[in-house]
C-alpha cells in the first residue's frame, strides 16, 4: 500500500459514503414497493478491472461485495461520458445478474476526458414479462419463460435514453410505468457517484484517488487474512439440502470441502447435484461469486467490524464449482429461485464453519426468504398489479453464550419489513396477523430465535399469490451441540376454518374473495442441549409468546403454572427423567434428513453425482430423476413423511445402489440417458 493509512482510512470512509448516498438516492426516488420499503437494491463503486472498492454499509442489499462487472463492461466497449450499459442477463453477464427480475447499470465516470471508475446499481424490478406475474416461479423449466432478457447494451448513450431500448423494456412489463421510474431513481443516484467522486478527486488529486482503489482492496485482502486465520488448518466437509424443485420430490443436495490453510481458504463444491429443470439454479459462472462466498462474508466482517466493505475481502478465497451443476448451470437453464439456493450455500458454509470454529458460528438459520407475491386485475388498462407483501424470513440460529435473533434472518441480504400501511393500501388485502410464531425456535440451551407467522385476507376475485423460495417444508434448519432443530415452514388457506388447508410449496396459487393465507416461517436451530437452558429464560420466553406452556414442558422439561411461574419441584423431578436421554451429539438435523441419508449417504450421492457429470448437462437432472423413479415411481409417495416413504432403507439402498450401477454402465457405453 502506499498511501499512507490515515489518508486512506479518510478516502474509504469518502468513498464508502459516495456509495451509501447513491443507494439512498435511489430508495428516495424510486416508486416501487419493493425498492421504497423493502430495500431490495444495491449501489457500489467499481474499478476498472470491474471489481467493487467501495461499497454501502447501511442501505440496500448487504451480500453482493463479490459481484464481477467486467464481463458486462467488456461485453460494451468504447464507453464515452453519459453512457449507461444495462443488463439482467444471467449468462451474458457472467454472474453479475443473477435472475432477470434484476436490472443492473453500469456507468462510466470520467474526469476531465479521463476513465477514473465506474458505478454500479441493482434493483429487483416488479415484472420483466415471462410466464407469471412478478416473472419468477419455480416451475420455469427455461431462462426464456423468466421474463425479458437483455444481454449488455446502452441503456443511454452521451446523457440521454435510448429510445429503442426504452420501447422493448416497456413492450416486456406487466408494469411498464413502475419499471420505468425505478430505472430512473438508479440513474438519478449514478449522476449523484458522479458529481461526488469529481469533489474527491478535485479535494485529493486524481493519482491518489486512482492509488486508493488499490489500496483499499489491497488492506481489506490483508485484514480478512487476519480473520480467516482464526480457522485452523484443516479440511471441513459438509451439505445440506433443498426440499425438492417441484419438477419432482426428490431432495437436492448442495456439498462443499473447506480447505483452510494459513488463512487461505479454498471451497470445492464437487458432490453437488446437477443442474435441475426448475428454476433453483445459480448462474456463478464456474467461478468465485458472491452467492458461493457470502457466509465467509459474515464471518469475516462480524469478526472485524473495521473491515472495509470491498472485493478484497474474498482475494484470499478461491473456489471449485463444476459446470452443469446446481451451482454453475449451463444456459438457457431456469435461475428465477436462485436465492432459494443460496441460502442453502450459506447453511452449508455455516456448517462448514462450526465444525472448524465451533465457537464463532451459530446454528442453521430458519434457511428461507420468502417474497410473498400478490398480482390482482388492475383497475387501469386490462393489466396486472404486482407487489410483493412481505420477504418473509425465519429465526436466526442460536450461538454458543446466545439466543438467535427472534424473527429476523439476515443471512443473505438486509431487507426490510413492508408498513402494513403501505401493503394494505396498495393491494386488495388487508393483514390479519403478522407476529412471531412460537415454538418454532430450536430448542437448546441458547434457543434458536423464532420465526414469523403472517396470514393476509384477500378482499377481491381474480387474485394470485405466488410463493418464491418456499423450503425448509421437509428438512428442518438443524441445531449444534445438543440443541434442537427449529420449526419446519407451512403454508396454509383459510387456516382456523373449516375448509382449512395446508398447500406446502406454491407455485402460482389462485384464491377468492374472503380466502386467507397463513405463511409461517421457520425457527433457527438451537445451541446447547436444551435441559441446560435455565427455567427462568424458559419463563421470559413464555411471557414473551416466543414459547408456550405446552413447548416449555415439551422440549425444556420445564414446568409453568396457569400464572406462567416456574414450579421447581415439578421441574426439578421432570428434568432427573431425562437422563437417559442426554445425547450431546454436534448436529441434530431432524427426522427428515436422518431418515433421506439412511437411505442415501454420502458416498452414494458422490457416486451418482459423478456418473452424471459424463452426461451433457442438459440431460443430467432426467437421468437422476430416472434414477430414483427406477426405486420409487412416481411423487406421490413423498406426500408421506420420509421415515414412512423409507421404512426399508437398506433394501431401498441395495436397489438405488444397483441403479446407480446401471447408470454407470450406461454412459460407459454411449447409451442416451
Known sequence: MRLDPIQLEILNNKVTSIAEEAGFTVQRTGRTLYVKETADFGTALVNLEGRFFAYPSAIGVSGFIDLDCGPTIRAVPHLGPGDVIITNDPYGSEGLATHTPDLHLVAPIFYRDRLVCYSWSFLHSSDVGGRVPGSISPSSSELFQEGLIMPPVRLCIGGHLNPDIVSVLRANTRTPNDNLADIQAMLAAHAVAARRIAEVIDQHGLDTFMQCQIDLIEYAALKAREVLRKLPDGVYEFWDYLDDDLVSRIPLRIR??????????????????????AAFNVPTGGKRHAWLTLRLMAFICTHDKTMPLNSGIFENVTVRVRKGTLLNPEFPAPVGVRHATAIRISDVLNGALLKAAPTLMPACSGGVVIPIVFAE???????????????????????????????????????SNNPIETVEASAALVIRDYAVRPDSGGAGRWRGGVGLNLTFEVLSDGVSVLGRGMERLRFQPW?????????????????????????????????QKGDTFSVLTP???????????????????????????????????????????????????????????????????????????????????????????????????????????????????????????????????????????????????????
Open 479 to 511: 441445531g449444534f451441540a445438543g440443541g434442537q432443530p427449529g420449526a419446519n415452514a407451512q403454508t396454509i388457506v383459510n387456516r382456523g376454518r373449516p375448509n382449512e388447508r395446508e398447500v406446502g410449496k406454491i407455485d402460482l396459487l389462485a384464491l
Open 256 to 277: 462443499v470441502k473447506m480447505t483452510v490453510r494459513d488463512g487461505r481458504v479454498e471451497l470445492d463444491f464437487t458432490g453437488t447435484d446437477p443442474q435441475t429443470d
Open 377 to 415: 386485475p388492475s383497475s387501469v388498462g386490462g393489466g396486472r398489479n404486482v407487489l410483493v407483501v412481505e420477504p418473509m424470513v425465519g429465526g436466526m440460529g442460536a450461538r454458543q453464550g446466545h439466543d438467535g435473533v427472534d424473527g429476523r434472518d439476515s443471512g443473505i441480504s438486509n431487507l
Open 523 to 673: 425457527g433457527g436451530g438451537g445451541f446447547g442441549p436444551s435441559w441446560e437452558r435455565e427455567p427462568e429464560a424458559v419463563q421470559r420466553d413464555a411471557q414473551r409468546g416466543f414459547v408456550t406452556r405446552e413447548g416449555a414442558l415439551r422440549d425444556y422439561a420445564v414446568v409453568l403454572d396457569d400464572n406462567l411461574d416456574v414450579d421447581r419441584d415439578a421441574t426439578v423431578t421432570r428434568r432427573r427423567s431425562l437422563g437417559s436421554r442426554r445425547d450431546d451429539g454436534a448436529f441434530r438435523f431432524g427426522p427428515e434428513r436422518e431418515a433421506w441419508e439412511r437411505f442415501c449417504d454420502d458416498a452414494t450421492l458422490c457416486r451418482m453425482n459423478a456418473a452424471l457429470e459424463r452426461f451433457p448437462a442438459s440431460q443430467r437432472a432426467h437421468a437422476r430423476r430416472r434414477v430414483f423413479e427406477q426405486i420409487f415411481g412416481g411423487n406421490e409417495h413423498f406426500d408421506r413423511p420420509l421415515q414412512d416413504v423409507l421404512s426399508n432403507p437398506e433394501h431401498l439402498r441395495k436397489r438405488l445402489q444397483a441403479a446407480i450401477v446401471v447408470l454407470e454402465a450406461t454412459v460407459e457405453q454411449g447409451m442416451d440417458a
